[in-house]
């Protein structure tokens, strides 16, 4: 089976009794003599919620879903009240873990209430020596969580009373479940029946058959978990709280019932704390299972073999964001492409350099694993050239799956003037900034699109693309082009979760200059002129690792125009506040 996707794993089920008599349903995947991974679902919701990040999971590690009590098939404890203390869920939770895998430690994974309880099982003294590590996907500790609340109440700063506001916004639905009775008569209702459309039409869930047929019931049922618990915890937390095992936290900041903020000063609870930030709302695990599969198999993998390193995220900036994920940049052999392929590197990423110089695209790769880079490949391609493209673009997606952030940074350069230059210079420059851009743009853009699981487009445009040049009208004409396709392919693709980006660099020091054509002039012209540009542009000094964090700051917080240099940035607001004075330059620049 695909990391991928794609295949269903064939589930085996069993039954866990419980002492006062609740039958818990678990379900099995995968080899049991391979590593365990324990799913542990939220509210309201059933087992059913991980089956895409199970089906991701099972060719690899024996993975076990279960049915929290009262949920999916799992008998709910009589009298409820009561019957849903985090005590007696961690009684539960390790009388699964003894059934499945009795000799070995498991690896847990919790999200929403899932992840409260995951929080609790990898808290408590007891449950040392049965778990190996655990990933929280959000849903924070309800102790933590009363600490957090009352630290920024004993100092209420604006910041901490921003956070405060935030959150009390986002967790409304709190008090509504402590109110007797209320949530069964309306869960039970209209609403109840309408629930799951109206969840997947908010969350933006595919239409696969998930929330389940049991919603209505599990949401009444788990409106204890918070009447259980959240009271006594938030009066009395415990403040030792503190993680006995390697704890992952996955953090979608579009969460509609969590603010960021709640992890602020994690580490003190969690010693051995990795960070992962997501794009994505609360279901991160139905609308983003690639990813949450991918970056679990990490975790579980790092930890596992005794051997292994035990540095799971590289420390470069953005490393939450960009570890695991799959990043192709074209024209890796050198200047801002190998720079923005390292700083992806850098920070976790699997790297797939790309570019017509395979010896070049094999040095970046080989520098992008020493610097981080989880994984790291070189493809010699000449983006020019369509078959070639579709080629890589598939084999890339069967060895590596569908690549999370795209780069289309080939390029090359042509000056003169426009009535010298030859249509053969014209088709050569097109073909490649235009054309390369156009291949990999549809190419990649339509596997992510039919993933369904997000993704971002960066295209390495230029600040020659807002300046009218009596210089560079071909090469600035060809930019200009790469602009409007990529504002364009940003709206069209918005709708799909697809960020995408035109970076705009000014004169950055590359080794463009020393392969530009001159039009119109001789071999010995145009050497001469190449060295002269190459001289300006050292002299300029602006490095290419600018750009870079440039590019990978455009994606985090998917702007669509950035300009890079003060240059690129003067020209960029001219030709919006004053195209008239850029068109006067230009003929000024014809006498000079």
């Not at 629930?195 to 049991?214: C, H, K, M, N, V």
């Not at 953090?251 to 992890?263: E, I, M, N, Q």
């Not at 235009?434 to 549809?442: E, P």
Request: hydrophobic fraction near 40%; include cysteine; charged fraction near 25%.
């Amino acid at each position: 089976m695909s990391s991928e996707g794609g295949s269903r794993a064939v589930a085996r089920e069993r039954w866990v009794v419980r002492p006062e008599g609740v039958r818990l349903c678990v379900a099995e995947f995968g080899d049991t003599g391979r590593p365990t991974v324990v799913l542990v679902h939220g509210y309201p919701d059933s087992k059913e919620v991980w089956s895409l990040v199970a089906e991701r999971l099972a060719d690899r590690f024996h993975v076990v879903l279960y049915d929290v009590r009262g949920h999916g098939r799992s008998s709910a404890p009589r009298p409820l009240h009561g019957g849903f203390t985090l005590e007696k869920l961690t009684d539960d939770f390790l009388a699964v873990a003894d059934a499945v895998s009795p000799e070995r430690p498991v690896h847990l994974v919790g999200h929403d209430w899932g992840s409260v309880q995951g929080w609790e099982f990898a808290t408590v003294p007891r449950t040392e020596g049965r778990i190996a590590t655990f990933t929280s996907v959000s849903g924070p500790l309800t102790d933590h969580f009363a600490l957090w609340t009352r630290e920024r109440r004993s100092r209420p700063t604006p910041r901490h009373t921003i956070q405060l506001a935030r959150q009390r916004a986002k967790s409304w639905y709190i008090g509504v479940l402590h109110v007797p009775d209320l949530p069964e008569r309306v869960l039970r209702g209209p609403l109840g029946r309408r629930g799951p459309a109206l969840l997947r039409r908010l969350e933006g869930l595919p239409d696969d058959g998930y929330p389940t047929a049991s919603f209505t019931d599990d949401a009444v049922h788990g409106a204890w978990l918070y009447r259980d618990n959240i009271g006594p915890r938030m009066r009395r937390p415990r403040e030792d709280a503190v993680a006995h095992v390697p704890v992952q936290l996955v953090v979608p900041t579009r969460d509609a019932y969590l603010h960021p903020s709640l992890y602020d000063d994690l580490d003190r609870w969690a010693p051995r704390l990795t960070r992962r930030t997501i794009s994505a709302k609360h279901w991160v695990q139905r609308t983003h299972p690639d990813q949450l599969a991918r970056w679990i198999a990490s975790h579980v993998t790092a930890h596992e073999d005794a051997a292994a390193p035990r540095r799971v995220v590289a420390p470069g900036p953005h490393s939450d964001r960009f570890g695991g994920r799959l990043v192709l940049v074209t024209g890796a052999a050198g200047g801002i492409g190998r720079a923005v392929a390292l700083a992806f590197a850098e920070a976790g990423a699997r790297v797939v350099a790309v570019d017509r110089d395979g010896p070049g695209a094999a040095r970046t790769a080989e520098t992008a694993r020493i610097v981080g880079a989880e994984e790291a490949w070189a493809e010699e391609v000449d983006v020019a050239d369509e078959r070639a493209m579709e080629k890589l673009a598939a084999r890339t997606a069967d060895e590596h799956g569908v690549v999370d952030v795209l780069v289309n940074n080939a390029g090359v350069g042509l000056a003169g003037p426009l009535l010298d230059t030859t249509t053969e210079d014209w088709r050569r420059l097109l073909d490649v900034n235009l054309w390369g851009v156009i291949h990999g743009s549809r190419l990649f853009g339509r596997q992510m699109a039919a993933r369904g699981q997000g993704g971002h487009i960066v295209t390495i445009a230029s600040a020659a693309a807002f300046l009218p040049s009596t210089m560079l009208p071909a090469y600035s004409t060809s930019k200009a082009a790469v602009l409007m396709l990529t504002q364009s392919l940003r709206a069209e693709l918005a709708g799909r979760g697809i960020g995408v980006t035109a970076v705009c660099p000014g004169i950055v020091n590359t080794g463009i200059t020393r392969t530009s054509r001159f039009a119109g002039v001789d071999a010995a012209e145009q050497q001469r002129r190449r060295d002269r540009a190459a001289g300006l542009y050292a002299r300029r000094g602006y490095p290419p690792e600018k750009v870079a964090e440039a590019v990978l700051r455009a994606v985090v917080h998917n702007r669509a125009v950035v300009p890079v240099t003060p240059e690129a940035r003067l020209v960029h607001a001219l030709s919006r506040l004053s195209p008239r004075l850029l068109r006067a330059v230009a003929r000024l620049s014809d006498r000079l």
